[in-house]
């Protein structure tokens, strides 16, 4: 057991290794997760505080040695508002990625290793969430069950472990016909322990790398939520920033400063996911690699 | 005078590790209507050979040297455009039965008409016509020209494969494996066919195979491949009576022979070296069970032993005595690998 | 070919019992909702006597099970009740705007899948040098953005700051078009149709060209590309009728997830360039708790894609010779 869990950790480790993409897909996360921990230490001031000077309230101001990024219309540092927009970011991201990979893992794992009934049942669930269309349904849902982050990410983990599913398994139905799994079930292994044990461990990776695109989605319609005005109005996310941009007509006004860098922090953090997950086109598709 | 000249023809492979010599160096003639028989073990070359020839490469491939003539042009130093003018045309090929060679999307009676029309200058009707003849000639009834390759059965496909070879009448054909996966029976029937084939439209043909029995059956020449090297080339009554290289010998012993359909199969055993930086001296040696000290530290150059017959093998004497002992099981057995 | 026209009616009832399952769940969601539903509907000063004869307008003084049969009812008629906040049938609101959608869809999906075919077939040609390198990072990008970020920054540059093409909307103020006809013929409907739909079109891009690239290169490793080369055929009849050609089926199979992707992309988009369509229509129903417009924007976004997912298996089976429809499942 031990092995199994120190095996895969060394797959994980020699991909990340193997493979540049994925090196910088980490890499932008774990700056990221620094940014949103120690948000409170970079942030130069509160993103919520309307900044004056004198009796003058400080609007629309464009970035100076004060405010890096500028100001926006009610005269909040846009600075401090990015920094402290990649908390929520990061926590939609990786709590939606988390429900997706337990949820979409579950369904895999049951339906490839009983088959049979279990299987076509939880596939054609599988295809029905497949027939939802997916911002759609986070909006509809977060509308009217009222603007919170958590709402968001329940909607979304409502839908999004449909892939998932379906990937791992597929990998379930190859894994089970190996050897080991029938050694395993000759020696009496309970159900359960054949797949949590023996199964589990051969799919984790995947699981993991679909859970990394998983947060990238989730960061993206997180984003368009809170564009939309759906988002939780007491934080300041990159989307709440887009959105304030866009009705304060900052556009119009050519604020650059304003609407570009949350666009750029949400791609960064999307493309991270992507990143990890092109590495697994190498580990899905060897005969892909290079000579 | 040769139809086609291949003369010290090299193809590498360009990789991570470094560059594979696939095909190190190979030259053999082919006169009109004769046929050569290009025989190995898979991965040395033959497949390459054939390919560099035609210059259909993968894209990591390059020919570092060598010449290919045919009638007086040098292929390596055509154009892309003087090539495709050149293929089918002059050389069309007779690919593997396994592979699906024909596209699936597509009729058949598709790919006869577009390769007759666009490249034989054809009429739609005259197009039409031929391929239902060529079909007649291979066995299979005209109607079939209407099928996509997937409802075809195997030998049937193979048969089709062969009619669109002979689309353009070309003067060479290549035959890269094309009984391979076939089973015995249908294989027989193929190689006649290719045989009686050949013979009444006169081509000249260069059939690629691992098993030496197809060769014997078919080819007037032999030229035997090892990792990217030609060890031995003759006539094939020469080969097959009087083999000069261990293996050949060893090819011999592993696939059954017509004439003593009893005898039993001996594998060489091993496999064949690394391309990449292969190995100093003759490139058997580490598998040949007659190896001397001297077979790993100098490379044999091929030598003519007697007319028309030549051996890339540090024996020129006593090989009658070679021969019998290259036929017994223990002989193969005692290679440490 | 009996039996394949058994698989498809087949195919087709599948597809309406996960259209009737959706709907359902979509029942639900909005009964269960908590909060009155007529609340958008009702106007403080609504007596007791006028919020219940309001409740039996709209049914919703039945118990539940009533409810969900005259729901289902209605639905199979194409009636989907009245739009709270435009005071007529949703089916006619729906009408009015969904034309606009499929515009946009159509066009951004012609666009998309063009140049994502066409720059698979690119990339795919020319895999392991630098411009494909260069290529899947574009394409990374186009994936990453948000794609009403996209829309925000084509309209600060090329409307506000430039002044080449308006602002919003799908026709200058105004200005009324007698007919779709008419419309269609416009000038100035393009010229507005072009921002969102080349915003579209960026965000679809991505899947045609990725999946195409990948099919290509599997498909160039196939025996008959080889041999079509032998043949002398000519680079671009290789590379098209044998590679591209054979590569090109599942890229119309995930046309369907395209559209998929665009019904929901279209939500965001359209609000950003205040184009008149359906997604558009939906923000607005939420934002309103419209709740009988948006169910019914919802069902017919949903439908669309479900019924699209069905077209590309039957289209899947009359390109390519090989797939039986029962071998796919």
């Known amino acids: ?291 | 005078m040769a139809l086609l000249s291949v003369n010290d023809l090299k193809v590498f492979y360009e990789t991570k590790k470094g560059v594979s010599r696939a095909v190190d160096g190979i030259s053999f003639n082919l006169k009109e209507g004769e046929s050569i028989g290009l025989v190995g073990e898979s991965g040395c070359g033959k497949s390459t050979t054939v390919k560099g020839i035609v210059r259909v490469m993968d894209k990591n491939a390059f020919s570092p040297g060598g010449e290919v003539k045919f009638s007086n042009k040098d292929i390596l130093k055509l154009t892309e455009d003087e090539l495709n003018q050149l293929r089918w045309r002059d050389i069309a090929m007779i690919p593997q039965a396994a592979m699906d060679s024909l596209n699936p999307v597509y009729t058949v009676k598709n790919q006869f008409l577009e390769v007759m029309l666009l490249k034989g200058g054809l009429s739609k009707n005259e197009a039409l016509n031929k391929a239902e003849n060529l079909f007649k000639l291979v066995g299979l009834n005209p109607q079939m020209l209407n099928y996509y390759s997937h409802q075809f059965s195997g030998g049937m496909k193979q048969r089709a494969v062969i009619a669109l070879a002979l689309a353009l009448d070309p003067k060479i054909i290549i035959a890269d494996e094309p009984v391979t996966a076939l089973d015995v029976i249908v294989q027989h029937q193929i190689l006649k066919e290719i045989k009686d084939l050949r013979k009444r439209l006169g081509l000249a043909m260069i059939m690629i195979t691992h098993d030496i029995s197809v060769v014997a059956q078919t080819c007037d020449n032999i030229a035997v491949m090892y990792a990217g090297k030609i060890v031995e080339k003759g006539s094939s009554i020469q080969i097959l009576k009087n083999a000069f290289h261990p293996y050949t010998m060893g090819l011999e012993n592993a696939f059954p022979n017509l004439n003593e359909p009893e005898k039993e199969l001996i594998s060489i055993e091993g496999a064949p070296p690394s391309l990449i930086n292969p190995p100093a001296g003759c490139r058997f040696a580490p598998r040949c069970p007659f190896a001397e000290e001297i077979c790993f530290k100098e490379e044999p150059d091929l030598e003519e032993l007697e007319l028309g017959h030549f051996s890339a093998c540090i024996y020129h004497n006593n090989l009658d005595q070679l021969r019998s002992k290259a036929k017994e099981v223990e002989t193969w057995q005692k290679i440490n690998i | 070919m009996q039996n394949k026209w058994k698989v498809i009616a087949e195919r087709f009832g599948q597809m309406l019992i996960t259209l009737w399952i959706i709907a359902t769940i979509l029942f639900f969601i909005f009964r269960l909702m908590p909060g009155n539903p007529l609340v958008a509907y009702i106007d403080p000063t609504f007596t007791e006597e006028q919020q219940q004869a309001l409740m039996q307008q709209f049914g919703l003084d039945k118990p539940l099970h009533v409810q969900y049969f005259v729901f289902l009812k209605n639905l199979v008629q194409g009636e989907l009740g009245d739009s709270f906040f435009f005071r007529d049938s949703v089916t006619n609101v729906i009408a009015k705007v969904l034309p606009n959608t499929l515009y946009l869809m159509i066009f951004a999906l012609i666009i998309a899948y063009t140049i994502g075919i066409l720059g698979g077939i690119l990339l795919a040609w020319h895999r392991g040098e630098k411009i494909e390198t260069l290529g899947i990072i574009l394409t990374l990008f186009t994936r990453a953005a948000p794609q009403f970020w996209v829309g925000m920054i084509l309209l600060a540059v090329f409307s506000f700051q430039f002044n080449i093409f308006p602002s919003g909307g799908a026709s200058a103020a105004g200005q009324v078009f007698n007919s779709e006809f008419d419309k269609l013929t416009s000038i100035s409907f393009y010229y507005h149709l072009f921002l969102p739909a080349l915003t579209l079109s960026i965000y679809l891009l991505g899947l045609p060209l990725l999946l195409m690239r990948s099919n290509m290169l599997d498909i160039m490793n196939e025996a008959y590309v080889d041999m079509a080369k032998m043949r002398g055929l000519g680079k671009f009849r290789v590379m098209f009728k044998y590679a591209a050609r054979n590569a090109f089926l599942p890229v119309v199979t995930a046309m369907a997830v395209g559209v998929g992707y665009a019904m929901g992309g279209n939500v965001i988009i359209e609000t950003v360039f205040s184009w008149p369509g359906l997604g558009r229509l939906l923000v607005k129903a939420v934002s309103t708790s419209d709740y009988p417009l948006a169910q019914g924007a919802f069902i017919l976004i949903a439908a669309v894609m479900v019924f699209m997912n069905f077209m590309a298996d039957i289209i899947y089976s009359l390109l390519d010779p090989r797939v039986t429809l029962e071998s796919r499942r």
Request: proline residues 5%; charged residues 15%.
């Open chain 1, 1 to 291: 057991m031990k092995r199994i869990i120190i095996n895969t950790f060394k797959n994980i480790n020699t991909f990340l290794k193997n493979d540049k993409f994925a090196m910088v897909g980490v890499m932008i996360y774990i700056f990221f997760t620094l940014i949103a921990i120690f948000a409170p230490v970079i942030a130069p001031y509160d993103p919520h505080e309307m900044h004056r000077e004198g009796a003058k309230f400080m609007f629309n101001q464009p970035p100076s040695q004060k405010f890096w990024l500028g100001t926006t219309n009610m005269g909040r540092d846009l600075f401090s508002q990015l920094v402290y927009g990649a908390r929520p970011a990061l926590m939609v991201g990786f709590s939606a990625a988390f429900f997706v990979v337990i949820v979409g893992t579950l369904v895999g794992l049951i339906a490839g290793y009983y088959r049979g009934k279990v299987d076509s049942i939880l596939m054609r669930i599988t295809d029905i969430a497949f027939g939802i269309p997916f911002t759609p349904f986070v909006i509809v849902l977060v509308g009217f069950l009222g603007p919170s982050i958590w709402n968001i990410v329940v909607a979304m983990a409502l839908l999004l472990w449909r892939d998932t599913a379906r990937v791992i398994r597929a990998q379930v139905l190859t894994v089970r016909e190996r050897s080991f799994i029938e050694g395993a079930r000759v020696s009496g292994a309970s159900d359960l322990r054949i797949i949590f044990i023996y199964i589990a461990p051969n799919i984790l990776p995947l699981s993991f790398l679909y859970g990394s695109l998983a947060v990238g989605w989730a960061i993206l319609t997180e984003a368009a939520v809170s564009f939309l005005g759906f988002g939780d109005p007491q934080i300041i996310s990159w989307g709440y920033m887009l959105n304030d941009a866009y009705v304060s007509q900052a556009l119009s006004r050519g604020a650059y400063y304003w609407f570009v860098p949350p666009g750029i922090c949400i791609m960064l953090v999307v493309m991270a996911g992507f990143y990890i997950g092109r590495g697994s086109e190498e580990i899905l598709h060897p005969r892909l690699k290079k000579y």
